[in-house]
């Protein structure tokens, strides 16, 4: 019997229509719009000016406060304009706009094909490379590498889990990685199993991806700290709580961080992009997405530099198919549907999936038959339903006891429940509020 | 109005004087009505139950089964002549559905059953509470029968006596009343059988009733 | 881009669930147990069932569009469901406007004074048998019984053919009620326990209500529904199984004057209840652990109210008096994950 | 001053009804209510002790010291409702029965003690007197309503007048306590919904 | 017979004199304090002790109220509007009277002047819906019109208006709880002054983008160009993040500002109609 | 009557609140929320079965001697009102946390009708002293079971969507009949 979390849990249908698509490179944008808000956290302040000239990989936004993370210019050219541009959700976000002008890198990186397998670097000096390289999960929290990678005073970490799940349906670019760029991400995990100190590392797959079980496998047959762990298919999985109960079995505690259990968790993008940075010196300035949809004429999986234009994407893929009703950044199950197509890729976005009318969930609530299938499906053991009428009811003060803030947010109960309802949309909401009574009375 | 200990007192202890007083005082004016209310009950269902009479004798108390908690009470009629005419029983039994069920039960010369008469009961109204409906076929099977040839238990048991739809439970408790009554009855004359033709103590109507009043219980919270 | 684009917070694909799809898996599971009751009743059965369903859709549209003026939602068939659970429980002879009246309580007294489906607090068919039971005792006890011989069937469903609406009531009590006469006479249960054949018991040759006499087509809705994930086990074998085990102790103390535990389970509305009324979403508790103690209390009322109580049959009220409780039962959470250590 | 009077007499019928705008004294309300001729003489046995007690304290509010008002309070009206109860025993008692341990329990009906509190001590004998009838025919308006409507539907009947209402000769559950309940919820709705302004 | 009549007297007597000394001993034997209020309150409640209140008898309810210090959900249905009236003089909570104040909703783009980009699916509410994007329209500060803010009012002051797709205040039943600015999370009702003869000037917009921005997503946004502040004579008007704002307690509703606004974004409300307001929209095309 | 029968009648059969209609004021009126409801029908029980002793002991050492049953009513009245009122002082006093749970229910019960419908019911009843303390503290527990479910009913019906014009008490009431409809599968069992 294969591993899995136990608690909840769905089996939506996977649709990785680009499975077999190898990675290819997205020809380059003519303007690219770069966020500074790239990850969770204060946004990081632009260091260059209008008029400027940049360079591939050059330092363009300096990581502001603890949760932040350096941004570097995914082209070369000109610096058009520093200020707020609007992303594919309508919001303003503080960005720098560069006209692309040719293809010039920072001597510093190292762009050969050629696996570099040796380090020689102190913990210390790892996580500085982390760091500066504006490294962040590309697991879709986009959370700061580095601040993960130093273990809290009094904790130490036990293992490192390397997230190969991708439970999303439609997604494949960590599936890709991982059969291109095993052996990178090997080195990677030593790497990182290095700088926290640990002698163990787990790589957790599902098990509808036989090929990656087997690459990362064979990947890995020498280095004997790395266990690949084949996981019983069940979203969401891939998410840090479940996939440490997966493969470690050890449940992180309500309101706790993985580092309470031992464990680090990071995704195979992530790995791979660390591997660039620590041994090829190239900061994250670009990442695999995957453009995907059920009628998309070419879903891709394609290596996209930071601030590419969606629009582009969708064109260099055939264009937006007839009777598309939505284009999500991400997957359907967690991704943010998009406002517009003028917004671009940033270091979170796995990819973009165009879905017609007919797949998307109707709008048609009725009221609750209390089938409790919601709290079958939940994977942290909550009552979504009873969070849903008390934050309709707004009475907050009770989701607190009802543990509302514990939710990860992986949409099982919205998509189970027989009468439609959105019940992880009123959760937000209760969350947030809760976060904000909980803030005030400290 | 402050209060103190003083006033506190006087005040209660004048509103509690004034006011019970005033109560004793009703009490002692509603005193006679109440008890009189109590028997026209017994006395009136006496005369519906049996045949025509002139006086009745003292009422007689009698334990029927060893298992019994109360008496049953028997009257004697007799007619102008002081021929015995029949007897009425007040019987119960605790078997209802909503508890104890009270009846007077005549009886004529044969000791078949006269009339039937509910004194008391709490049965489901619509259901159990049939027992009080003179006219229904579940009473008027009663009426004329002697025990001695008319199985007194309910059909499902055994006996004659059909029972009311739905509700069993009531029917039995009607009948073991009755059958109670009977029992007493027999016993009674039993005892007395040679009695009967002279009894010595010899009550006018009015008179009878006046006694029976004496001997009501009055376990009631008067 | 031609048309807009729409925007909705995530998840974007849903499981294709509904609520209709839910309630036809019911009523699809009750099929079995609605022909063998024609088989065995006649066409009485099905016009008993129809009656009801009938007034159970009607007063719902009435209400929601006259009285509440709310949205109609009588396509979701959970009013169709009541009517057919309803009519399961009434013998198949009541007359019509004893069918009606039912209706009418359950969907406007249980269901639709709370605001409809997802809302009420009791299960409104028990609610409207239950009521029937109380108010009209008489009508609701007399049963007609099934041709004890079931090579006789065929000719009895013939002759109703002819005379659909006027099911010659051969009238009788269930085998509950019978029992209990015996005791109450002083006989002995022991001698009399071929008063059915469990065979009979099994497929419904039996008096008792319509829909609650064929266990074994019970059963197999009880299966269809394990396998369409429309129920979980939990609290219909809970329920059987508490009543196996409690009348199973009081049988083995005094095996004269109290039923065999098989008998229990297989008479009177047990299956009915335990599989397809204890389970109704709305009125029962949302986890397992609230389950098993819903189903452990349903399982010993309806033992105590059987075997002590006024009322021959208990699982009705059983069921109602835990629907009450079940706002108390899910008190009781699930295991929140990061509990264990 | 006339309109005022009439002001004090009258809003108990409806603007302030104990039953349905008020929600007190439920339980006689539900229990006593099983035929209209029950409710209507509860309502009028309540009605009679809430005069009364009005009246009398009215007249004795002044020499009361505060510590002993609610023991002084309770003391009149329980001679009240003995009185009522021993008039009852004796006059009526076909109906001292079936009301049964209700009348005793009128000392704790909250409608009482409350006019008591709220009107009587404060106001002068007349206005009391008005108050307490006010309101007590607005208690017995109201439970004989329900007494009658539960009558009907229990046994096709009111005051004991019967006619063909229901088929079934009546629907047995609402002469019990669930029809209680149920008939008082219902008449409520009405009655917010056409009578409460 | 007599001595019936006598007993009862005793008895009742008896009680009675031990009823009143026994409460009064204990009463003093077992002193709490507390604060005075709460008895002074339960004094005026009509001890009926019913509990329809909510709470646990009168001394309960006096309690809670004396605590909470508001009258706000407290009502005793036995004694009425009388003693609830005595109970807040006694406490001294009687509304003072304040500067009347209204909500007015700050945002004018309706879905002409505002067209749609694209089509909202999830749950019919503001806050759902701001947690998620900008919203249907090109303004990312702008109304959502979900109506959260019609939820909460207590009163039906609020209703959307179907044309527009905005709220709209009945200034007669708004009472300035303040429940709809809690609840709108753009932040786009404010209370301001009811104003003399109910009249108010003030910006109908909250956009803070760049200009051309603004007037990109909506036609009547503000641009921040500060023509309306050079115009004011009292200096009521700030421009802050490319946004005008007048404050009441400095605007003597001159209407100048009103004048000189290109794109309309001031709003007055409740002046009588004049000739000039057509200069005014003539000015707007002219720019 | 034996002790079994005594509870059981009193709690399930005859429920003081759901079928003999006393203290439906307490019942619709502390039951809004499952603790307060708790709360509520600790104190039930303590004042039932405290003034139950002292009901019998005026019957049977006072008013029966001296053959004033008629007084029954005035002097039950007053002497559970007075013991309220000291167990209310005292325990303020010396318990300030048992107050807190119990205490402030205590006002609310000397002028409900079941504590005052229970002593008459049981002097009507004739019980022993034994047999009384049983009845009324069976009939309290009763009376806590129904005001328990009843607030769990209404805790949930809060969270749903009645119609307008049946939110609140219509409602609650509603489902008290309902809920009494269900106790009525008790009846018979004693
Ligand atoms: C304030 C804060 C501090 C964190 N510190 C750590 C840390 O010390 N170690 C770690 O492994 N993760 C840390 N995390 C990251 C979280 O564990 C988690 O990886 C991140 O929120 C994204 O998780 P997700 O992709 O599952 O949503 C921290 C997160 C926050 C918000
Ligand atoms: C519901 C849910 C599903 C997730 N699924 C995945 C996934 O399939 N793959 C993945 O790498 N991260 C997934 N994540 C994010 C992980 O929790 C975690 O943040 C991430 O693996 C940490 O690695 P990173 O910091 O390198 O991104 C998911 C998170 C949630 C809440
Ligand atoms: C509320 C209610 C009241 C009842 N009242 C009575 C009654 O007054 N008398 C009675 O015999 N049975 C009464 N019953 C018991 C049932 O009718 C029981 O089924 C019946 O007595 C036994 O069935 P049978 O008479 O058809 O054999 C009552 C039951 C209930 C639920
Ligand atoms: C498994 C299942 C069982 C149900 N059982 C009942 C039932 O016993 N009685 C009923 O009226 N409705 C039943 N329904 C239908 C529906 O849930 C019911 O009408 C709601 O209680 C009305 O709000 C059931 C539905 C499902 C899915
Ligand atoms: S979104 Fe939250 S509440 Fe819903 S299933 Fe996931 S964790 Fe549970
Ligand atoms: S899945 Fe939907 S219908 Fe079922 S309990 Fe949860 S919210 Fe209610
Ligand atoms: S919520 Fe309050 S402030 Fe807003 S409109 Fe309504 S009454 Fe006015
Ligand atoms: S004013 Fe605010 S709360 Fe009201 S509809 Fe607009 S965005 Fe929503
Ligand atoms: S009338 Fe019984 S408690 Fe109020």
């Known amino acids: 019997m294969l591993k899995r979390f136990k608690k909840g849990g769905i089996h939506p249908h996977d649709n990785k229509i680009t499975r077999a698509k190898a990675i290819e490179v997205m020809p380059l944008p003519k303007v690219a719009v770069i966020s500074m808000a790239q990850h969770i956290g204060a946004p990081a302040s632009p260091v260059v000016k209008r008029g400027d000239i940049v360079k591939v990989g050059q330092l363009i936004g300096q990581a502001k406060g603890f949760i932040s993370a350096n941004i570097h210019s995914s082209v070369s050219g000109t610096v058009k304009s520093v200020g707020d541009a609007v992303n594919s959700m309508g919001l303003l976000v503080p960005s720098v706009t560069i006209t692309v002008d040719g293809d010039e890198w920072l001597e510093t990186i190292d762009r050969s094909e050629e696996i570099v397998e040796k380090f020689d670097l102190s913990p210390k000096e790892i996580v500085s490379i982390v760091a500066s390289t504006g490294i962040v999960g590309l697991g879709g929290a986009t959370f700061p590498s580095n601040v993960k990678h130093s273990i809290p005073e009094g904790k130490t970490a036990k293992a490192l889990v390397v997230n190969g799940v991708e439970c999303e349906p439609y997604l494949t670019a960590d599936h890709r990685l991982m059969l291109e760029h095993g052996r990178e991400i090997v080195v990677a995990i030593k790497i990182i199993c290095h700088a926290i100190g640990v002698e163990k590392a787990y790589i957790g797959i599902e098990n509808n991806k036989l090929d990656a079980i087997e690459s990362m496998t064979k990947a890995s047959a020498d280095t004997p700290i790395i266990e690949v762990v084949p996981l019983r298919v069940q979203y969401p999985q891939g998410s840090e709580k479940q996939l440490i109960e997966a493969t470690m079995g050890a449940e992180v505690p309500s309101g706790a961080l993985p580092i309470q259990v031992g464990a680090v968790v990071q995704n195979i993008g992530t790995m791979y992009a660390i591997y660039q940075a620590v041994q090829k010196h190239k900061p994250l300035f670009e990442r695999v997405v995957t453009v995907t949809g059920k009628s998309v004429s070419e879903p891709k999986n394609l290596l996209t530099r930071v601030g590419s234009p969606v629009n582009d994407m969708i064109e260099y893929c055939g264009g937006v198919p007839e009777g598309t009703a939505k284009v999500i950044d991400g997957g359907p199950m967690m991704g943010r549907s998009m406002a517009n197509l003028s917004g671009v890729i940033n270091k979170g976005s796995s990819g973009i999936l165009m879905m017609p009318e007919t797949e998307t969930p109707a709008n048609d609530a009725s009221s609750c038959i209390r089938c409790g299938k919601c709290v079958q499906v939940c994977p942290m053991g909550l009552e979504p339903y009873l969070l849903n009428v008390l934050a309709d009811k707004r009475n907050f003060e009770e989701c607190i006891e009802h543990s509302a803030m514990d939710c990860i947010e992986c949409g099982s109960c919205s998509f189970t429940c027989p009468a439609h309802i959105r019940l992880l949309d009123n959760i937000r909401i209760a969350k947030r509020e809760v976060g904000k009574i909980l803030r005030n009375r400290k | ?222 | 881009m031609k048309n807009k684009l729409l925007v909705a917070p995530s998840p974007h694909i849903h499981s294709g669930n509904s609520t209709k799809q839910l309630m036809h898996g019911v009523l699809i599971a009750l099929l079995p147990a609605l022909v063998v009751s024609i088989i065995f009743f006649g066409w009485a059965s099905l016009y008993v069932t129809a009656v009801a369903v009938a007034s159970c859709v009607f007063f719902e549209w009435f209400i929601q569009k006259f009285m509440l003026k709310r949205p109609i939602s009588i396509m979701d068939s959970s009013a169709i469901l009541t009517g057919v659970l309803l009519s399961f429980n009434l013998p198949a002879t009541v007359p019509v406007w004893l069918v009606i009246l039912g209706s009418l309580f359950a969907i406007g007294v249980a269901k639709m004074s709370y605001g409809g489906l997802g809302s009420n607090v009791f299960n409104p068919a028990l609610a409207g048998r239950v009521f029937l039971l109380i108010s009209f005792p008489v009508l609701m006890t007399t049963y007609p019984i099934p041709e004890a011989n079931v090579m006789n069937v065929e000719t009895k469903a013939f002759q109703c053919e002819t005379n659909i609406l006027s099911l010659d009531a051969v009238t009788g009590a269930t085998p509950l009620a019978e029992a209990r006469a015996i005791v109450a006479q002083g006989g002995e249960l022991n001698t009399n326990m071929n008063l059915v054949t469990v065979k009979n018991m099994l497929l419904g040759v039996k008096g008792g209500s319509h829909g609650e006499v064929a266990v074994l087509a019970l059963l197999l809705g009880f299966a269809y529904m394990l396998y369409k994930k429309i129920i979980s086990w939990h609290i219909p074998v809970t329920i059987l199984l508490t009543m196996f085990a409690f009348s199973g102790i009081i049988y083995f103390f005094d095996t004269a004057h109290y039923l065999h535990p098989l008998f229990h389970i297989l008479t009177g509305g047990a299956m009915l209840g335990a599989i397809f009324m204890a389970t109704d979403y709305v009125t029962s508790p949302m986890t397992h652990l609230g389950m098993i103690i819903y189903a452990v209390m349903i399982g010993v009322i309806t033992i105590l109210i059987r075997t002590w109580g006024g009322y021959p049959e208990g699982m009705s009220f059983a069921i109602l008096l835990m629907n009450a409780a079940t706002p108390l039962l899910n008190k009781v959470k699930p295991v929140k994950f990061g509990n264990k250590k | 001053m006339i309109m005022n009077k009439i002001q004090i007499f009258s809003k108990g019928l409806i603007k302030e009804n104990p039953t349905f705008v008020l929600l007190l004294g439920m339980c006689p309300t539900l229990g006593t209510t099983s035929t209209a001729i029950n409710g209507m003489s509860m309502g009028a046995a309540t009605m009679f002790v809430l005069v009364m007690s009005n009246i009398a304290i009215s007249l004795i509010k002044n020499i009361i010291p505060d510590k002993v008002r609610i023991p002084a309070f309770i003391v009149v009206i329980a001679s009240f409702v003995t009185v009522v109860q021993l008039c009852m025993q004796a006059y009526v008692p076909a109906l001292y029965e079936t009301l049964g341990v209700f009348i005793p329990l009128i000392v704790v009906n909250c409608i009482i003690l409350g006019r008591a509190e709220a009107f009587a001590s404060k106001n002068g004998i007349f206005a009391s007197a008005l108050d307490g009838l006010g309101i007590g025919l607005g208690f017995t308006l109201s439970l004989t309503l329900i007494g009658a409507v539960r009558e009907l539907l229990s046994s096709n009947s009111i005051f004991d007048y019967t006619f063909e209402f229901l088929p079934g000769n009546g629907v047995l559950l609402f002469a019990l306590a669930p029809g209680a309940f149920i008939v008082l919820s219902y008449l409520l709705v009405l009655f917010n919904k056409y009578l409460k302004k | 017979m007599e001595d019936v009549l006598l007993s009862t007297v005793l008895v009742l007597l008896a009680l009675g004199v031990l009823a009143a000394v026994l409460l009064y001993f204990v009463a003093q034997k077992f002193k709490v304090y507390e604060d005075p209020r709460i008895s002074e309150v339960e004094e005026l409640l009509p001890s009926a002790n019913c509990g329809g209140c909510g709470y646990p008898g009168c001394k309960g309810f006096a309690e809670a109220l004396v605590k909470a210090g508001d009258m706000k959900g407290f009502f005793c249905n036995v004694g009425g509007q009388p003693v609830m009236d005595s109970v807040a003089e006694k406490l001294g909570l009687v509304a003072e009277a304040k500067e009347p104040m209204v909500a007015v909703v700050r945002c004018a783009g309706s879905c002409e002047n505002r067209p749609k980009t694209n089509t909202y699916e999830g749950v019919k509410k503001c806050t759902v819906a701001a947690a998620l994007y900008a919203g249907e329209t090109g303004c990312s500060f702008g109304c959502l019109g979900m109506g959260d803010c019609v939820d909460v009012c207590q009163f039906d002051a609020l209703s959307m208006n179907p044309l527009t797709g905005l709220p709209e205040v009945d200034q007669d039943k708004c009472t300035a709880c303040g429940k709809c600015v809690e609840a709108c999370p753009k932040g786009i009702i404010e209370l301001r002054k009811k104003g003399v003869k109910n009249r108010r000037v003030f910006v109908s917009c909250v956009n803070k983008a760049k200009g051309a921005l603004a007037k990109k997503s909506c036609e009547v946004a503000c641009i921040g160009c500060g023509l309306c502040a050079k115009a004011c004579p009292f200096g009521a008007i700030e421009i802050k993040n490319n946004l005008a704002y007048i404050d009441y307690t400095k605007c003597k509703l001159c209407r100048k500002c009103v004048a000189v606004c290109p794109t309309g974004a001031i709003q007055a409300v409740n002046f009588p109609i004049i000739p000039k307001k057509e200069t005014n929209e003539n000015d707007v095309k002219a720019i | 009557m034996g002790y079994m029968e005594i509870i059981i009648g009193s709690i399930f059969v005859n429920n003081i609140v759901l079928s003999r209609f006393l203290g439906i004021c307490p019942f619709l009126g502390v039951s809004n929320k499952v603790s307060t409801s708790l709360g509520m029908g600790g104190a039930v029980i303590f004042v039932m079965a405290l003034s139950s002793v002292f009901v019998w002991l005026i019957q049977d050492l006072v008013l029966i001697p001296l053959g004033i049953e008629y007084m029954q009513t005035i002097t039950f009245i007053l002497v559970i009102a007075m013991l309220v009122q000291m167990v209310e002082i005292i325990l303020k006093k010396l318990s300030p946390s048992l107050y807190q749970a119990l205490g402030i229910f205590l006002p609310l019960i000397t002028t409900n009708c079941a504590v005052l419908g229970v002593a008459l019911i049981l002097v009507q009843n004739e019980f022993t002293l034994l047999q009384s303390i049983a009845f009324a503290t069976a009939n309290a527990i009763g009376f806590t079971i129904a005001l328990v479910l009843f607030a769990g009913l209404r805790e949930r019906i809060e969270l749903s969507n009645a119609p307008t014009a049946m939110k609140g008490v219509p409602v609650s009431i509603l489902t008290a009949g309902l809920l009494a409809m269900a106790f009525m599968g008790f009846a018979g069992l004693v």
């Not at chain 2, 108390?61 to 102008?80: G, H, P, R, S």
């Open chain 2, 1 to 222: 109005m402050k209060s103190s200990l003083k006033n506190m007192v006087v005040v209660l202890a004048t509103i509690t004087t004034v006011t019970s007083f005033a109560v004793g005082y009703v009490y002692k004016i509603t005193k006679e009505p109440i008890r009189k209310s109590k028997v026209q009950k017994t006395k009136s269902a006496l005369e519906e139950v049996l045949p025509s009479f002139e006086t009745l004798s003292e009422p007689q108390k009698l334990m029927v089964y060893d298992t019994d908690a109360e008496n049953i009470i028997i009257y004697k009629a007799t007619d102008a002549n002081d021929a015995y005419v029949g007897c009425a029983v007040e019987s119960y039994s605790n078997n209802g559905y909503g508890g104890t069920i009270r009846l007077v039960v005549g009886f004529d010369v044969n000791n078949s059953i006269n009339k039937i008469a509910v004194v008391g009961h709490s049965e489901t109204p619509g259901l159990g509470a049939k027992i009080t409906e003179t006219e229904s076929p579940f009473i008027v099977q009663f009426q004329g029968k002697n025990p001695n040839e008319f199985k007194l238990s309910v059909k499902p048991d055994g006996g004659d006596v059909d029972a009311i739809t739905a509700s069993t439970i009531s029917s039995r408790a009607y009948t073991d009343a009755v059958k109670r009554a009977f029992e007493g009855v027999k016993k009674s004359l039993g005892e007395e059988v040679d009695a009967v033709g002279s009894a010595t103590s010899q009550y006018t109507k009015a008179e009878a009733t006046q006694d029976a009043d004496n001997n009501q219980k009055t376990d009631d919270n008067e």
